[in-house]
């Protein structure tokens, strides 16, 4: 049942990251690109490493979250959602992503990967996270800290009242006079 599950979501995550660049909106891009991150979390989920895949699913959604505002904030086409083409030059990307992919995956094959020494650990959540982050720990948690204030900030700016302010009225629409 895992293997099913784990292909499963290995198809998902590689569709929706297709479909990343084969939507015409920045919208839907943005959706796909967040269903291709939860599935790869769910991968990480699978292969028991649930710090790593609640944190990997949190933090992709958080940052397609903040996307979204700036999106909104930013862009000529509020939402992104109006069709528009995401890829400029498209045959030199299509040639540049194929021989990226070719040298990146000669480069899998064709190195020579260590082999395990020592024993698997008791907890390998706590051994990767003290791994990655030493003593920098409490730096990473100021840090998320601030991306979190930083979120609600730029989703006060991007409102233009307040939660309890009435809403706007409507433009009037057709001519002056009419």
Do not use: C
């Not at 198809?11 to 084969?22: P, Q, R, S, T, Y």
């Not at 890829?87 to 990226?100: D, F, L, P, Y």
């Not at 020494?117 to 706590?126: I, K, L």
């Not at 100021?142 to 930083?150: D, M």
């Amino acid at each position: 049942m895992r293997l099913v599950a784990f292909l499963a979501l290995s198809l998902a995550a590689v569709g929706a990251g297709i479909a990343v660049f084969v939507v015409d909106s920045m919208a839907r891009a943005t959706v796909a690109l967040a269903a291709s991150f939860v599935a790869v979390g769910a991968v990480i989920l699978l292969l028991d490493a649930p710090y790593l895949g609640v944190i990997t699913i949190l933090m992709m959604l958080m940052e397609m979250a903040v996307m979204v505002v700036f999106m909104i904030m930013y862009m000529m086409n509020p939402a992104g959602l109006m069709p528009m083409s995401m890829v400029h030059n498209k045959r030199g990307a299509r040639a540049i992503s194929i021989g990226m992919f070719g040298l990146l995956a000669a480069g899998v094959v064709m190195t020579p990967w260590p082999q395990r020494r020592g024993r698997v650990p008791a907890d390998p959540t706590h051994a990767l996270g003290e791994a990655i982050m030493g003593s920098k720990m409490l730096v990473m948690i100021a840090v998320s800290a601030v991306l979190f204030a930083t979120i609600v900030s730029a989703l006060v700016l991007a409102t233009g009242r307040g939660r309890y302010d009435p809403p706007e009225p409507a433009a009037p629409t057709g001519e002056a006079g009419s």
